[in-house]
Nanobody, 122 residues
């Protein structure tokens, strides 16, 4: 199982970035994929997750209305469109696979990508 996160970079406050998470090594449709982030000196937090089978989605309150998660099953890829970025969105963003087949939400995640750095300047 592998997850490859990409798309991070530098953005100005109010700007946008799109992160991608490409998965391999498992049946993509069977598992939810989540995005998490960890800012310097802070604990990792859940940002958003999506079920690949029914497209149900979850968002943290801090990103709701600004970030949109989507999935392209043909490409085994989950995207995180981040709009109206704020300096407090600065963090390393990770994608991960939910550990329970057919379940979504903030439960246990077992396989993690390597992370991609998002820096938002004010």
């Amino acid at each position: 199982v592998q997850l490859q996160a990409s798309g991070g970079g530098l953005a100005q406050a109010g700007g946008s970035l799109r992160l991608s998470c490409t998965a391999s090594g498992f049946t993509f449709d069977d598992y939810a994929i989540g995005w998490f982030r960890q800012a310097p000196g802070k604990e990792r937090e859940g940002v958003s997750c999506i079920s690949s089978s029914d497209d149900s989605t979850y968002y943290s309150d801090s990103v709701k209305g600004r970030f949109t998660i989507s999935v392209d099953n043909a490409k085994n890829t989950v995207y995180l469109q981040m709009n109206s970025l704020k300096p407090e969105d600065t963090a390393v963003y990770y994608c991960a696979r939910h550990s329970d087949q057919g379940t979504t939400g903030w439960g246990q995640y077992d396989y993690w990508g390597q992370g991609t750095l998002v820096t938002v300047s004010s």
